[in-house]
């Protein structure tokens, strides 16, 4: 007689009792992971690209900030309601602005919504106010233009005496030192243009020169940008509930120059998203304004120590 199996060999024996293969239900993908994680991948392939599109928006002059929209509004609101007294000190920190080609594109857009003959005058009063600051500052922006060209005249002279090592070191210098910035690249971008309409289709020594230059900036300042892009990798690499503490630790860890850096980044990707309307360019654009609280209320808190 065969004794009574025990309960051990019951449990080893049920696997045996599995249904067959050919008998079992489909698997069911997670259709929703797989399309979540295809989303995340173009995020981050938008988001790697975005050096190159930084650096392009600011040599054609063409980034989009809702900041910049925000200051034409708010001087064709004060102009509206009869203050324009007020619009020198509204736009005394942001000229620069004002005497670029954005406003001129700004203006325009404003000019195609205008539903009253109110807000067409309060545009006209605006520019009036943009010319005549222009016409005052002719002379800041001629010293503007020597000023630049006195950058490319010691990069060609860096470049006679040592070469491409000569002329990487002093740039990295310049660099450092905050002179290779936007405004050198919009004046690049400009010089270039106006000599290219001046030579025809000839490029002249003149243009080879500001185009060599003009890629070496664009290499330091996309190596900027790189930085900061792979800082915003890592924070998106961790579920948004623990973003916060990971970004204030990075920035405790930056110094301060790096810091405001990495903020002024965040700020230019959302100024060039702020328009899309696809859905990778609307998602990374959420994603980006929760960082960008994260950083703000970094340097709000008594933990940053900044000035």
């Given at each position: 007689?065969?004794?009574a199996?025990?309960?051990?060999?019951?449990?080893?024996?049920?696997?045996?009792?599995a249904?067959?293969?050919?008998?079992?239900p489909?698997?069911?993908?997670?259709?929703?992971?797989?399309?979540?994680?295809d989303?995340?991948?173009?995020?981050?392939?938008?988001?790697?690209?975005?050096?190159?599109?930084?650096?392009?928006?600011?040599?054609?002059?063409?980034?989009?900030s809702?900041?910049?929209?925000?200051?034409?509004?708010?001087?064709?609101?004060?102009?509206?309601d009869?203050?324009?007294?007020?619009?020198?000190?509204?736009?005394?920190?942001?000229?620069?602005?004002?005497?670029?080609?954005r406003?001129v594109?700004?203006?325009?857009?404003?000019?195609?919504?205008?539903?009253?003959?109110e807000?067409?005058?309060?545009?006209?009063?605006?520019?009036?106010f943009?010319?005549?600051?222009?016409?005052?500052?002719?002379?800041?922006?001629?010293?503007?233009?020597t000023?630049?060209?006195?950058?490319?005249?010691?990069l060609?002279?860096?470049?006679?005496?040592?070469?491409?090592?000569?002329?990487q070191?002093?740039?990295?210098?310049?660099h450092?030192?905050?002179?290779?910035?936007?405004?050198?690249?919009?004046?690049l971008?400009?010089?270039?243009?106006a000599?290219?309409?001046?030579?025809?289709?000839?490029?002249?020594?003149w243009?080879?020169?500001?185009?060599?230059?003009?890629?070496?900036?664009?290499?330091?300042?996309?190596?900027?940008?790189?930085?900061?892009?792979?800082?915003?990798?890592?924070?998106?690499?961790?579920?948004p509930?623990?973003?916060?503490?990971?970004?204030?630790?990075?920035?405790a860890?930056?110094?301060?120059?790096?810091?405001?850096?990495?903020?002024?980044?965040?700020?230019?990707?959302?100024?060039?998203?702020?328009?899309?309307?696809?859905?990778?360019?609307?998602?990374?654009?959420?994603?980006?304004?929760?960082i960008?609280?994260?950083?703000?209320?970094?340097f709000a808190?008594?933990?940053?120590?900044?000035?």
């Open positions: 007689r065969r004794p199996p025990s309960r051990a060999t019951v449990a080893r024996a049920r696997p045996c009792l249904m067959p293969d050919d008998l079992r489909p698997e069911v993908l997670d259709v929703t992971a797989e399309t979540e994680l989303a995340r991948t173009e995020m981050g392939f938008l988001l790697d690209n975005m050096a190159e599109v930084l650096v392009a928006g600011e040599a054609a002059g063409r980034l989009r809702r900041e910049e929209e925000a200051l034409v509004d708010s001087l064709v609101t004060a102009a509206a009869g203050r324009e007294e007020q619009l020198g000190l509204l736009a005394r920190d942001r000229l620069g602005l004002l005497l670029s080609p406003y594109s700004i203006l325009r857009s404003r000019l195609e919504s205008v539903r009253s003959e807000e067409r005058q309060a545009l006209q009063r605006v520019n009036d943009v010319v005549s600051v222009a016409n005052s500052t002719q002379r800041a922006v001629g010293d503007l233009h000023g630049q060209l006195a950058k490319v005249q010691a060609c002279q860096a470049a006679a005496r040592g070469g491409d090592a000569g002329v070191e002093l740039a990295e210098e310049m450092e030192a905050g002179k290779l910035d936007a405004d050198f690249v919009n004046w971008d400009l010089a270039i243009r000599a290219e309409a001046q030579d025809g289709n000839v490029p002249t020594q243009q080879l020169v500001l185009r060599v230059i003009q890629k070496g900036v664009h290499a330091l300042l996309q190596a900027d940008y790189a930085r900061d892009i792979a800082t915003l990798r890592e924070v998106m690499s961790v579920p509930a623990a973003r916060r503490d990971l970004v204030w630790t990075l920035l860890d930056m110094p301060g120059d790096a810091a405001r850096q990495l903020a002024a980044t965040i700020a230019r990707i959302l100024g060039s998203l702020a328009y899309e309307r696809d859905p990778t360019s609307r998602q990374l654009h959420e994603e980006m304004v929760g960008q609280q994260s950083v703000e209320a970094w808190s008594p933990f940053s120590g900044r000035d």
